[in-house]
């Protein structure tokens, strides 16, 4: 079969390896890399890859052929896991965060993510829709190609109902692909304070089944925190939502260890975020039940916070995971994955081959897409970051600098000059 395009001459192309599972631990360690690669496409797909001139048999008189000496190239990348719609903005609570206010102090004044509840409660649909598409249209020029979009700051069925609207619409229109997690159990709505449980019913019999209904969300989420929900209740919630059909995540052991962890392995949660306070035997029981770590070191940076999540230890044990921004207003104001990706070599002591197998093969089966994107399988998405870079290791070397000069999504270039 001919190729439609043909991208040639990468100084390297970054191959991860698609095994019908997340890579866990060790297994992180590998993928193909080719040199002076080429990428084949077709219909939008991938058709082949390879090495130096392509293969006679995929060009022919129609193939058009774009060379790309002097750059790298990987499938495009995924952040699995954003809040990505909400109104206003928290810069007024920097200096409460320099002058060390801590982050649940913050929520407990009545501010943090109830102060954004506000300000998305206030914000109509063009309003929220216009703020999510410039956030989108900034990961797109960092490279990402699928963005998971949380709801959690409307906290009320409207708000929350908006929330996953812009989502769906963004997703028609944007050209990056939206996986959308339903996540009212965010935090504990100002009406609801002291009435957890109260919230959580409401949640359960009047939100869970109109999501489900609608069709708005595929994954449930809830903050399992000192504070804000228990490990009892995210387990009462997140077991109900299993019942209805959606696939589960967890924020848990972010800033306090309460078990949120347990609640995880219990009920096979695709996912668990944050884990920056995980213990051994957490991460002992996360490797068993084979839930995918999701690790936002970039909200660790902006926390201030000097533990990261124990990545290293992760995978000795033989976990999977992926690395991911946490966009959001309070904990992590950036649309940079490049920048969490730097920061799990950093500050993780991840390898520039385990970390882009993060957030490309893994983090495809953590928003359960691992079987269009993710990868260059033949067949796949042809969605493809390219970097402005000699070889993959400079992606970390040359830090805090955007790298990427193209990015193509579905075979059409969305960013860049052909
Ligand atoms: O993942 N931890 C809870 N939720 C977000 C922060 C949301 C916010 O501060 O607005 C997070 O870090
Ligand atoms: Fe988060």
Redesign the pocket.
């Given at each position: 079969m001919t190729a439609d395009l043909i991208l040639t001459h990468f100084n390297q192309v970054f191959c991860p390896r698609d095994v019908g599972h997340p890579l866990f631990g060790k297994a992180m360690a590998t993928a193909t890399i080719l040199e002076d690669g080429y990428i084949a496409l077709k219909d939008g797909k991938i058709l082949a890859v390879g090495q130096g001139e392509p293969d006679a048999a995929l060009v022919g008189p129609e193939t058009e052929l774009r060379s790309y000496e002097g750059k790298v190239a990987t499938p495009g990348l995924i952040d699995c896991?954003t809040?990505l719609v909400?109104g206003g903005s928290?810069e007024h609570e920097f200096a409460k965060k320099l002058a060390g206010v801590s982050?649940l102090d913050i929520?407990a004044q009545g501010g943090?993510?109830l102060s954004?509840v506000r300000a998305t409660r206030a914000s109509d649909f063009a309003t929220l829709y216009d703020k999510s598409k410039r956030l989108l249209d900034y990961m797109l020029q960092h490279g990402v190609t699928t963005v998971e979009a949380k709801s959690?700051?409307g906290l009320d069925w409207e708000t929350e109902h908006r929330q996953l609207e812009v989502v769906k619409k963004l997703n028609q229109d944007h050209e990056i692909d939206l996986v959308s997690t339903f996540m009212a159990a965010?935090?504990i709505p100002e009406e609801y304070k002291g009435r957890s449980q109260a919230y959580l019913d409401e949640i359960i019999k009047d939100m869970l089944p109109r999501v489900k209904a609608e069709n708005l969300a595929e994954f449930c989420d809830i903050?399992c925190?000192k504070g804000?929900f228990t490990a009892e209740e995210s387990r009462y919630l997140l077991s109900k939502a299993k019942e209805l059909g959606y696939k589960l995540r967890i924020?848990a052991d972010?800033?306090a260890s309460i078990g949120g962890v347990d609640v995880a392995a219990e009920l096979e949660a695709t996912s668990a975020?944050?884990l920056m306070m995980i213990t051994d035997e957490g991460i002992e029981k996360l490797a068993k039940a084979k839930v995918i770590g999701n690790l936002?070191p970039a909200?660790t940076f902006s926390?201030m916070e000097d533990t990261y999540a124990p990545a290293r230890k992760m995978l000795d044990a033989g976990m999977a995971i992926t690395l991911t921004t946490?966009s959001?207003?309070?904990?992590?104001p950036t649309a940079n994955l490049q920048f969490a990706m730097q920061l799990g070599c950093f500050m993780m002591r991840l390898t520039p081959i385990e970390v882009l197998n993060a957030v490309t093969i893994n983090a495809a089966y953590s928003v359960d897409r691992a079987s269009t994107i993710g990868s260059f399988t033949r067949g796949k998405q042809a969605d493809i970051t390219i970097f402005d870079a000699p070889n993959l290791d400079y992606l970390f070397y040359f830090f805090a600098t955007n790298l990427v000069t193209h990015v193509y999504k579905h075979g059409r270039l969305v960013l860049g000059q052909q």
């Open positions: 896991h809040h909400y928290r982050y929520l943090g993510i954004t959690g700051y965010h935090a903050f925190e804000v924020h972010e800033i975020e944050h936002l909200t926390l946490d959001n207003p309070g904990s992590c």
